[in-house]
């Protein structure tokens, strides 16, 4: 049996923390021994209906105490498990069901396991020729006991969230899963007596699955899981779970600790919450700016946040979840490099005055790891040399299941091209400074979406999280960009004006070119992936 397999149905026997669902309004605590004989029992339910080694099992449920067992179920059954997209109220369910259509064709699964709140999708997804089995209906077989699982089986195939095109999941495998989970578990220097999980992220994103369900599960550690949308509705809740349950670890993205912020400092009375028990506070998923984490510091200071438990990090699907987190205890460490070198040339040199800008350094690589970083040429370059980012080692998934086929995520010598530009500094410390893909190119000098967005959010007026910076192509092929923002005041055209103003002046000052348009826009108007990620080329059509 896998060494993933057998580690996790061992911790679950033994360990004496446990697994928090329900919250707020209907805690329910359970051993990870109660979790494995609900994921016997639902191993028992996938038998009957045929679910075995090597099958793709695609799961549509919302609540993480249904999750977990069905996932660990999936297992004990040698297939894999992919956590599908999920429809909102306002998703037009025929369209989702053709698009979970596709999803399932590629992944070639005959089935999908669904539970509530989504079960009124079911029908539809019948209506499309999937077969359909219910949870509750599942936990009341007969109990059975795992199948042996190589070492080589893929456990999860997860979709990635920011795909344009066709459906593409990262094949990730047992040995990518304990590989993985061992380093985070010495990187966070964890301690499985001491230290309690608070997470709300969503369970179809890799930082919310691999991370904060299925990495917590395998270790038997004690895991308080909400869901996004009781986040959504109640951001303090965040911060009383940490305070009720004496948190000590939480993840998110960017934007996440920067509603955090928002409602400590707007909406939070003095005293409410005690967040002083909180040492590791992982920001990942999106680049990690200075400014938010510098501002959530300042929010949570008399709610007894320490500094030195923020945790920057990086990370993608295809190495697992994790690449590298700052060093423990060490919270927001930045490197202050000339604006105008790195723009322009493409090093990152030290700077403490005149044009400078500050980027978070995200620490070494996590141990399997290892990281290079390549100009266009393929040449591997020095120490903050700008260029893109390459990882390789035992975490990375072999490829991709596409509606292709299989597509390697490796070179021949088993490099992964992230897209990512960034540089290593003399530490060794990995340090991001935006996607490829997005770079906005403008007279041989590179202008960083990130720093166009985080000018134009500092506008008063603009609302936090949503601006966009789009890349265009000018006349004879002179590339230029269009900045969206999002705001209340969208209907007011003397406030539109002062808004778009405001934006090409912060713009400007910023990185010393100007939009050559900015459009204010209603709110909920710019795309997002499902993690809350800006979706840069869906946008270009809101600004030309």
Known sequence: MSRFCDAMYANAKTSTCGFVTGEPHAPLRQSWAEVHERARRIAGGLAAAGVGPGDAVAVL????VEIAPTAQATWMRGASVTMLHQPTPRTNLLAWAEETRRVVDTLGSTTVVVSEPFMAAAPVLVESGVSVLV?????TAEPIDPLDVDEESVGLLQLTSGSTGPPKAVRITHRNLVSNAEAMFVGAEFDIDTDVIVSWLPLFH????TGFLVVPMYFGAELVKITPMDFLRDVLLWARLIDQYKGTMTAAPN????????????QAQPNQFDLSSLRWALSGAEQVEPEVVEDLCDAGKPFGLRP????????????????????????LMTDRVDADMLAVLHRAVPATTGNVRRLA???PALAGLQVRVIDHDANVLPVRGVGVIQVRGEPLSPGYTTVGGFVSTQDDQGWYDTGDLGYLTEESHIVVCGRVKDVIIMGGRNVYPTDVERASGRVEGVRSGCSVAVRLHGERSRETFAVAVESAAFEDRAEVRRIQRAVAH?????????????VVLAPGSIPKTPSGKL??????????
């Open 308 to 331: 030195e438990a923020i945790v920057p990090a990086y990370g993608m699907a295809e190495t697992t979840v994790a690449v590298s987190f700052s060093m423990s205890g060490s919270g």
């Open 61 to 64: 449920a919302g609540e993480p």
């Open 361 to 363: 350094t995200l620490g």
């Open 206 to 209: 890799d930082m919310g699955m």
């Open 535 to 544: 979706r840069r080329a869906h946008a270009l059509s809101l600004v030309q």
């Open 506 to 518: 912060e713009v400007f000052g910023e990185v010393d070119v100007r939009p050559c348009k900015v």
């Open 135 to 139: 949870i509750a209906d599942l936990l």
């Open 255 to 266: 934007f996440a600790y920067a509603l955090l912020a928002k409602r400590l400092r707007n």
